[in-house]
């Protein structure tokens, strides 16, 4: 049973940067792609960042490219994402993923989520 579990959520200002952690367990992690989605009140869950199982390739929304970086640790079942220059849009729940091939579909393991929330 795969399971995934968030840390690093809380509650900053505007410029302030913040880094999610996401432990994987229950399959072979270095195997699968990774992702941090991200839903805020009354809005679809949207894919913020993703990166390769082996982590050779990363993906941003233009939303946060320059300012987010995705990393992973295979060695230690991790994947963490990077957040500088936080704006109050970037408010969410943010979940880690797990899929199978694709690097932007296919997400089938989710996180329970951790809130960030950005002050102006």
């Known amino acids: 049973q795969v399971q995934l579990v968030e840390s690093g959520g809380g509650l900053v200002q505007a410029g302030g940067s913040l880094r999610l952690s996401c432990a994987a367990s229950?399959?072979?992690?270095?195997?699968?792609?990774m992702g941090w989605f991200r839903q805020a009140p009354g809005k679809a869950r949207d894919l913020v960042a993703a990166i390769t199982s082996s982590g050779a390739f990363t993906y941003y929304a233009d939303s946060v490219k320059g300012r987010f970086t995705i990393s992973r640790d295979n060695a230690k079942n991790t994947v963490c994402l990077q957040m500088s220059d936080l704006k109050p849009e970037d408010t969410a729940v943010y979940y880690c993923a797990q899929g199978e091939t694709s690097l932007l579909t296919g997400y089938i393991y989710w996180g329970q989520g951790t809130q960030v929330t950005v002050s102006s």
């Open positions: 229950g399959r072979t992690f270095r195997y699968y792609p």
